[in-house]
Each structure stands twice: as C-alpha cells, then as structure tokens.
C-alpha cells in the first residue's frame, strides 16, 4: 500500500493489535528490519501518551515517555505523538490548566535533553481540544521540544473554527495530520472534501517555511474514541486525494 503510493515515512501507532509501546525488543527489531528492507523511514512515535486522565498517576506516563523516548531513538525519528489530558470527569477544564502545564513541561524538559520533540495533538475531550487552551499551553511552556500536530478534523468535530486555530497556532505548528471532516455528515472524507481546509493550510505552511511531514490519517472507515481505520483501498484513495489537491496549489512534496 505504502508502495504503490510512494509513501516513504509512517507514524507507527500500533501492529499486531499492539501499540507501538506495549511491543516487546524482538518485535521492534523485526519491524525495523522490513522498514530498512522497504527503504521507509518514520515520521514519529504515535504514541497514547497523555490520552489518560489527570486523576492517574503522573508516573504512568514519565515511563511511557521513557520508553516511547528509547524507541524514537532506535527507529530514528525527532518526533513523538503525545495528547494534553482528559480533565477529570465532571470539572471544569479550566480547573485542570495548571496541572496539565506540570506534566507537559516536565515531559518537554525531558525530551529536549534527549534530542527529541513533542508533537502534541488537538483532540475531542482533552484539555488542549481547541486553540485557546492549545496557546496556553504553548505560551506557558516555551520549549522548543514541543509543539503542535495539527488535526483540522479534530477540530471542527468540537466545533473549532479553522481559521481561529491556524492563525493561533500557525508559529508552533510542527505536525501535521491530514483528516477532514464534512460537518452535514459528520463524517472523515478525503482531503479537500470537508471544511478542513486541509490543502490550504498546507500550502499556507510551506509559504511560511513549513519543512515537516503531513500524516494521512484519514479514518475513513472507523474513527473511534481509541482507533481509527482506513483500509489499503479507501487509503490509496486519501492519497491520491490529497496529492491531487496539493498539486492544484502548486505545492511541492516528497
């Protein structure tokens, strides 16, 4: 699938019905080995960290960082996918801002020593599900060890305007994932088919220097609260889409 679209990095979630954390050494080895075989590289660690509650443990996630920080190493990618936290149930978010600024400046702090970066994704329920909270946490923690991995779908399914959230977020926009979302159906449709204004921002990012990677993932067929699915058919699909729009705009890409 990756080849027949000539798509040459992945963001490694899960396989064999593992996250990409919960995988023993041997079984990381092995994946490695048919990534150098294929000449693919990664885009980032996808990883669940920060997709807990604040009522759990702190120390829970320190160590799922360690590890997803041993294996951004060992596949050699810069980045690692995290989120910002539910609040606890019943509160009010606000509420749970200086707890949420804690535990990410901690994990930014100990990312940049290690050479790696954050990206930290808008999602529907978590503290940094829409653009003032996400500029919060950006404005309180002023690392260069952690930044924004931008999903227009996400938020337009909270109700986020798009616009609001690229100018607001546009300078620490590091990642970015390419799923839109057609709020009549409120459905994921290939890009260029919602309201997620996905090949403009694009161009838009490259216009202001953007080099990074944009990662299909268009959860075509299942975008539930813990996983999303597309299949190699309807994936091919999302490619093509998105690749026919960016060459519309005259965008470049690899």
């Known amino acids: 699938c990756l ?4 798509i040459r990095h992945v963001e490694f979630r899960s ?6 954390l919960a995988l023993g050494e041997a079984q990381h080895e092995a994946f490695r080995e048919q990534l150098r075989l294929r000449g693919v590289g990664l885009s980032a660690i996808g990883s669940p960290i920060g997709k807990s509650s604040l009522s759990e443990p702190f120390a829970m996630e320190q160590n799922r960082l360690s590890r997803a920080i041993e294996l951004a190493k ?8 995290i989120f910002s936290f539910y609040p606890p149930e019943g509160t009010d978010p606000s509420d749970s801002r200086d707890e949420v600024l804690r535990r990410l400046e901690a994990m930014a702090h100990a ?7 954050l990206v930290l994704e808008n999602e529907k329920g978590l503290y940094g599900d829409n653009a003032s909270r996400l500029s919060e946490i950006l404005n309180g923690i002023e690392s260069p ?12 399914e909270v109700g986020q305007d798009i616009d609001e959230a690229w100018q607001t977020l546009l300078p620490r926009v590091v ?5 839109d979302f057609d709020l009549a159906s409120r459905k994921n449709v290939v890009a260029g088919q919602g309201q997620g204004q996905i090949p403009q921002l694009i161009a838009d990012a490259v216009a202001h220097g953007y080099e990074g990677f944009c990662t299909l993932e268009p959860h075509l067929i299942v975008a539930a609260h813990s996983h999303g699915f597309t ?7 999302a490619a093509t889409a998105l690749k026919s729009e960016l060459t519309k705009l005259g965008v470049a890409f690899l």
């Open 175 to 179: 990642h970015f994932h390419v799923k």
């Open 74 to 81: 060992f596949y050699g990618t810069a980045n690692i996918r």
């Open 3 to 6: 080849e027949a679209n000539a």
């Open 111 to 117: 990312a940049g020593q290690h050479g790696v970066r």
């Open 15 to 20: 396989i064999l019905g593992m996250n990409v």
């Open 231 to 237: 299949g190699p058919e309807r994936f091919g699909e």
């Open 145 to 156: 060890s952690l930044g924004i991995a931008f999903d227009p779908a996400n938020f337009l």
